[in-house]
Structures are given as structure tokens and as C-alpha cells.
């Protein structure tokens, strides 16, 4: 069932499997790749591959066991399945390989890209490489609509916040375990990360559209760093599906950026409901996966919950951290995968979402991306077409 009711048979949807972390892999199958120069395959040139049957799991299946689904599959949507987004919107048909895998950008290009990793560009096409068309969330400026420099207000709230930020004074527990922090992330670092994951998402392991099995295309764009997460499956996998590339490692500045927030975030819990010891409220984690989401002005994500990380990761609590960028979205989550009972938060860029400890295995979701809610001063420093990018950091 989709959020709109529809049945869509054989659909598993995203997180809601809890396999019970058997010994697949272990830790040392998440040790990085080492860098490589970048290998560039395909880029740009969509990929069809008529025959669906070749989207076999090409990857290791990392600590999952079959994934006994609390719901049953076909019920588990994570997407909103709405029409899919027009093909030309942000798409690179050319890209020049040398703009990635530099090593200014904490990131790199993982060593063994799809194609090395089996071997050659037409043996990368047997890993089952089904529809890759490169996507740019920063296309290149060309003499489009002129920007508006920000108004007074816009500065004037922008120093608000960073004031704020500086008094400690921007969170918000929402409920045990799940803190929100305003305008946590500096337009700086919003800066920064954009054009950080535009480097890395539009070449090989880069941004792509999930589809299911059954065709229907996710509402949204994603990339995963750190591990694959499949959306058929709701596992993570060693190289993706779609293409059989590797991710992208986790730069070094984002896995800091969540560990600052999670400090900060036990601070605020501290303060504001003294607990005995805020580890069990909100236990700290070191992030080794980050799924990166692009939602256009009509993406959306269905009431999920992210349950594809380990047996200990999710028994520990340990949280999900999200950042926001871009346009401005309608964030739901409820106990239960029912939109009537949830609750709405309103998610800005440089926003910062933690769900941990008890609020681990909260529903969520999101319901509207606002249009034209973007800080200006972003767009023009990085020109992020409409729309918004939301990383979430786990464990595994
Ligand atoms: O975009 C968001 O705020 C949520 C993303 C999310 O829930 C996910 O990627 O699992
Ligand atoms: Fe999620």
C-alpha cells in the first residue's frame, strides 16, 4: 500500500525490515575503499536495460538476514509515488570526469568504481545497471532568472539565529530522545555540503532515482555514502543495484558536523530535563552511513521507519541524524504509520533533526517540500535549484 492507498504488489518500502544482525561481513567489509583515480563510466548516458530479472542483488549483503518485515511486504512504502519527475529536470547528459575523486573533498571517489569494480564499462552493464541518468543538484549558471540578493531581513534573521545558535537557544526537544535544533548548521556549512554532495553526486555512485521492483519510481533523488541502502530490499548492500557502484565514503567534516550536533543535543536534553545519565537518553554514535535525499518541489516520503541498520544499533538507540537544506519541508512522525495521528514539525535549511534512544524507531515522514523557501544567500553561493537535500546519518 502506498501513502495514497494504492496496493502495489510485491513493494517492500524503505527501513521497515529488522533483520536480526547475523555475522555477514562484519566490520572490517565497511572498512573505505581506497582512493582511486577517478574512473568514469557511462556518465550521463541513461541506461536501459529492458530486461528487470538482471536487477538481481549484486552486492554482499551486509549483517542482514532475510528481512522479517513487521509489515508485511506490499505494505511498506517509503515514497510517495507520485509521477515521476520530468527526465530533463537538473540532468547531465555530458560531465567531466576530472571534476570528481579530487581529494580536497574529504569525500573522494571511492577506488573501486562500478566499472573497475567488475572490470570493464560492458561488464559493469551485466552488474545490472538499469536506469542511471546523472543528476545535478547545482546545475551550472546559465544566464537563467536572475537571483535577488537576500533582503535586509533575510541577514537580519540569518545573524538572529546565528546569535541564538551561540546562546544555546535554537533547540527543541520534541519528545524523549528526539531533539530539533534550529538553524543549527552556519550557512557556511549549508554551503559546504551542498557543494560537497554535488561533487560526489554526478558521477559514478552519485545521485540516482530508486525504483522498485515492480517499476514505481521513488518520489526523489538519492546517494548513498558510507553503504548502500537498497529500497527493494531495505538493506545495505555493498554496491548499489542500480549500477553496481560503490558509495561515496562519508567526509570527514559531515561525520563532525553530527557528532557536534548529537553533543549539542545531549546538552540541551541535559538542561532542560536532567536526566541521570543523558547516554541513555540520547546515546552518541559515530555516523557510518549517510543517505542523501534530493526532493524536488512535489517529492515527498512516506511514513517509514529506518530499520535496515543493525540488531545493536537500533537496540542501543542510537540515533538518526538529520540535516536539511534548501527549501523548507513538512516533517511528520507518529508511533504508528498513520498520517492522521502525527505530528508536524517544519524542517528549514540548516536545520538539524535527532531521533534516538526512545524515539529510535519513531514512523516518519515527509509531506511537502515548500516552495521558494530556500535562504537566498545559499542559492546564490551554491545555486541549488529548487528544492531540498536532506542527509541522514546511522550507525550501522
Ligand atoms: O528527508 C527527510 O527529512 C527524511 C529522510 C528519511 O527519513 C530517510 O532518508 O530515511
Ligand atoms: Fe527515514
Known sequence: M?????????????????????????????????????????????ENYAD????????????????????????????????????????LQTMNPFELGNSDDGGSQKGETAAKASGSESEQAEVGPVNRTSFDICPPKTGGPVRLKPSLSEVNKLKRNM??????????????????????????NQVKIVNL?????????GFYQPEYRNGEKMHLKMMCLGHNWEPDDDKYVENRNVDGAKPHSIPQEFSLLVIDAIKD?????????????????????????????????SGRLGLHQDKA???????????V??????????????????????????????????????????????TKVQQNTAPKALLDQTNLQKGRLNLTFRQY
Open 265 to 297: 543535543s545531549q546538552a540541551l536534553i541535559e538542561k532542560t530535563c536532567k536526566p541521570g545519565n543523558v547516554e541513555y537518553v540520547l546515546p552518541s554514535m559515530s555516523p557510518s552511513i549517510c543517505v542523501v535525499n534530493f526532493y524536488t518541489a
Open 2 to 46: 502506498n501513502p495514497h492507498g494504492t496496493p502495489t504488489a510485491g513493494q517492500r518500502g524503505r527501513r521497515g525490515g529488522r533483520g536480526r544482525s547475523a555475522s555477514v561481513g562484519g566490520r572490517s567489509s565497511w572498512a573505505p575503499v581506497q582512493n582511486s583515480p577517478p574512473t568514469h563510466y557511462k556518465v550521463g548516458v541513461e
Open 309 to 319: 541498520e543493525s540488531f545493536e544499533s537500533l537496540r542501543k538507540g542510537l540515533p
Open 321 to 366: 541524524v538529520s540535516f536539511s537544506i534548501g527549501d523548507s519541508a513538512e516533517f511528520e512522525y507518529a508511533d504508528q504509520r498513520d498520517d492522521k495521528r502525527a505530528e508536524k514539525v517544519l524542517l528549514e535549511s540548516g536545520d538539524v533533526l535527532i531521533f534516538g534512544g526512545k524515539s529510535r524507531n519513531i514512523f516518519h515522514g515527509v
Open 163 to 188: 546569535q541564538r545558535n551561540m546562546e544555546g537557544n535554537n533547540g527543541r526537544v520534541l519528545r524523549p530522545g528526539m531533539v530539533l535544533l534550529k538553524h543549527h548548521l552556519s550557512l557556511d
Open 52 to 91: 528487470d530479472s538482471s536487477r538481481r542483488m549484486s552486492g554482499l549483503s551486509l549483517g542482514r538476514g532475510s528481512s522479517s518485515h513487521q509489515n508485511s511486504p506490499g505494505t511498506f512504502p517509503r515514497d510517495s509515488y507520485q509521477a515521476s519527475e520530468p527526465a530533463a529536470y537538473g540532468m
Open 197 to 205: 554532495c554535488r561533487k560526489l553526486g554526478v558521477g559514478t555512485g
